[in-house]
């Protein structure tokens, strides 16, 4: 993927606990919202610099997303229900959850 794609269709589909998306480039998928979570970009869950991640507390199977807030053109900011709302999720990284080698193909 040389250029960015860009999302045409996000969908987060709570009866599957997922988050569908389509991308310009025809190409789609999706991703449960564990995942999603667990994935968060946040430097609570990457950790800050280059050392290790710290612990953390494990993702309930159950989580949902109570909702999605856009942050300009390039991101949104997911807001779960544990609670966990930092990090931003840059169109290149829920590209890769949805429809990389770790997605689950719609």
Not at 24 to 47: H, I, M, N, T, W
Request: charged share 25%; proline share 8%.
């Amino acid at each position: 993927m040389s250029a960015m794609a860009w999302p045409l269709k996000l969908v987060f589909r709570k009866s599957d606990g997922a988050l569908y998306a389509e991308f310009d480039d025809g190409k789609s998928g999706s991703v449960s919202y564990k995942r999603l979570r667990e994935q968060s970009p946040s430097a609570a869950v990457r950790g800050h610099g280059s050392g290790p991640p710290p612990p953390q507390a494990p993702v309930p199977d159950d989580i949902s997303v109570l909702r999605a807030d856009p942050v300009g053109r390039y991101a949104l900011r997911i807001v779960f229900s544990d609670g966990h709302d930092s990090g931003l999720y840059n169109w290149d990284l829920i590209r890769k959850l949805t429809v990389g080698d770790e997605a689950v193909t719609a």
